[in-house]
């Protein structure tokens, strides 16, 4: 069943199902009585949030934004830009962000301030993957379901080239490997 170019599984899907299961009850309890609005990242965040939404007890509603990154050039941060703003307003919502992984920590800062600047109740983060040996920028991170070591990683929603993303583990992709060697 491995998928070329797969090193290893780092968490199995039962793992991460149970994992995310987690953590949702840790944030049904919290929200007790409220009423949660999750918004996800294009396209990363999407199998993770349909994951976390379905074991959530509060009413949820969703949304979604998607935004385009460059990659960082010789030490200079990377640019992030709104490529797909939210359909609806947050003002006064008690807001979930949910990513995929926050790596460097760019994206989800750049993303707080856009969302904080649209006056919701609350605002946290919920993530998927932390993975802070890359930590460049601090954000505060209220929910994590692993913190994983400084290897590239796919699988639930994120992508290597777009592809990986419907995989139900999370695993080390061999970037040195062709991409069909076990073929
Ligand atoms: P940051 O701005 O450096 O925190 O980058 C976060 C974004 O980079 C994520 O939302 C992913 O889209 C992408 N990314 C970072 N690390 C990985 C990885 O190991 N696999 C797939 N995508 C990644
Ligand atoms: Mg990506």
């Known amino acids: 069943m491995t998928e070329p170019a797969i090193e290893r599984v780092l968490f199995t899907g039962q793992q991460v199902d149970e994992r995310i299961a987690e953590v949702a009850r840790e944030i049904s309890a919290r929200y007790a009585g409220r009423e949660l609005k999750l918004i996800g990242v294009l396209k990363g965040s999407v199998f993770f949030l349909a994951a976390l939404a379905r074991e959530l007890t509060v009413p949820v509603k969703i949304d ?31 807001v979930i962000l949910v990513e995929d992984i926050v790596d460097t920590g760019f994206t989800t800062r750049y993303l707080l301030q856009h969302l904080a600047a649209r006056e919701p109740n609350s605002l946290a ?4 993957l932390d993975r802070t040996p890359r930590r460049i920028v601090q954000v505060p991170i209220d929910y994590r379901c692993f913190e994983i070591p400084d290897r590239f990683v796919v699988g639930f929603g994120l992508d290597y080239r777009q592809l990986y993303r419907n995989l139900k583990y999370i695993a080390v992709l061999n970037l040195e490997a062709p991409a069909n060697s076990n073929r």
């Open 125 to 128: 983060i919920c993530t998927l």
């Open 64 to 94: 979604f934004l998607a935004i385009s990154s460059f990659a960082s050039q010789r030490g200079a941060p990377g640019m992030v830009r709104i490529a797909k703003d939210l359909d609806d307003s947050i003002e006064g919502e008690d």
